[in-house]
């Protein structure tokens, strides 16, 4: 482990950033790769910030050069790609951007990876994408496995689904050692206050509306992000090359129902007069707004011996207390200084 360095792109975010404190706490060598969107925030890495064995780059995974030069520079064994954009509502008001990540950025880091495995890169060297189980679309019945057709729904799953499918083909056509990974809804601390749980969770600690799309019956499956990125450990070292390997939670919940339980974990903590379930509110459904996900995880559980540690109401209320008790990480985000913080950082390196 202690020999083993490895590429982490997008590893501001809320998963890519759980991904490098824990690849650095083991002892990897790990260069973070990000270019600090909205959604990419340098304080998830405060708490490694001054290890010897973490370095952070300002830059894009479509700056084919710079990539490259991280590439020959540090000699990764693994290129680990959380770079995206991430939020479906976004996709929906702007698909653009979505595009010029999710895939044309993806290209782009498939085409240094190319370069770096033709020039010499180590014998173990592995290219792992991670993508969703929302590539899958929605599923009437069942569960969704590996080899499902992929019939993504919104632009946000249908550029995922085209980055899996560049992916595919660089395995196929040039060899390159490629690893796929779809994970269902992950949820747990550092996630952006935009995305479903956060959002409850302080609007509920606010007293503020809490807005739930349509009937709120979207049944989506949760994971874990450290189960999800303990799955991403686990198929970096064994999956088999060229494979794709979901990752699930298991179980399932309507969205109205993870809402209710979230209503209870903070009525319990903050206890108040009235619940704050009366503050759910019914608004029109997001278009092509998928009705249920669920995924068919025994690949990865049978193949590889993985399974999640932290079950659903566990890890809920842990994320529940985080939230509490990390109001000055939420608020930077919610009142935007943190943009502000990472400017007056820009103007210090360069001045
Ligand atoms: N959050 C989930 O529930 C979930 C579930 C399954 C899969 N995923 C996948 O995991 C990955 C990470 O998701 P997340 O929730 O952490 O997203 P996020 O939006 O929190 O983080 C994305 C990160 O990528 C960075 N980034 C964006 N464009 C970039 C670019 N061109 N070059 C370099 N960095 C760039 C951002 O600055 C940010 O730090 C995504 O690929 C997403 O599709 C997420």
Redesign the pocket.
């Known amino acids: 482990m202690a020999d083993r360095t490895i590429l982490v792109?997008?590893?501001?975010?809320?998963?890519?950033s759980e991904f490098v404190r824990r690849a650095v706490a083991a002892g990897t060598r790990v260069v973070t790769?990000?270019?600090?969107?909205y959604?990419?925030?340098r304080s998830t890495l405060a708490a490694i910030e001054d290890s010897d064995t973490h370095s952070f780059v300002h830059?894009?995974?479509?700056d084919r050069a710079l990539v490259s030069k991280l590439l020959d520079d540090h000699r990764p064994q693994a290129i680990v790609?959380?770079?995206?954009?991430?939020?479906v509502d976004r996709s929906i008001d702007g698909p653009g951007t979505f595009v010029e990540?999710n895939i044309n950025?993806v290209f782009e880091l498939l085409e240094a990876a190319r370069t770096y495995m033709d020039g010499g890169a180590p014998a173990n060297f592995r290219f792992l994408q991670?993508?969703?189980?929302e590539v899958y679309g929605s599923v009437a019945e069942g569960r969704s496995h590996e080899a499902s057709p992929l019939a993504p729904n919104s632009p946000y799953a249908a550029s995922?689904a085209s980055a899996d499918h560049l992916v595919r083909a660089y395995y196929r056509t040039y060899s390159l050692p490629t690893l796929v990974t779809r994970?269902?809804?992950?949820y747990g601390p550092y996630?952006?206050p935009e995305?479903l749980i956060p959002l409850m969770i302080l609007n509920a600690v606010a007293r503020k509306p809490l807005p739930v799309y349509g009937d709120g019956m979207q049944v989506r499956e949760w994971v874990h992000v450290s189960d999800?990125c303990a799955a991403i450990d686990t198929v970096l070292s064994g999956g088999e090359l060229g494979e794709i390997y979901n990752i699930g939670g298991g179980g399932g919940a309507a969205n109205i129902d993870i809402v209710r339980r979230l209503c209870a974990i903070v009525d319990d903590l903050r206890p108040d007069t009235t619940t704050r379930e009366t503050l759910i509110t019914h608004v029109t459904d997001r278009p092509g707004h998928d009705r249920r996900y669920a995924l068919d995880t025994s690949k990865i559980r049978d193949g590889l011996g993985w399974q999640p540690a932290i079950g659903f109401d566990e890890g809920l209320a842990k994320t529940v207390r985080w939230y509490l008790e990390n109001e000055r990480w939420w608020r930077r985000i919610q009142d935007g200084s943190y943009r502000g913080e990472r400017l007056g950082l820009a103007a210090l390196a360069s001045g």
Not at 33 to 37: E, S, Y
Not at 130 to 133: A, F, H, P, Q
């Open positions: 792109t997008g590893g501001a975010g809320f998963v890519g790769l990000d270019a600090l969107t959604a990419g925030d830059g894009s995974i479509g790609n959380f770079a995206a954009e991430s939020h990540t950025g991670v993508s969703t189980d995922k994970a269902s809804n992950n996630q952006f995305k999800h």
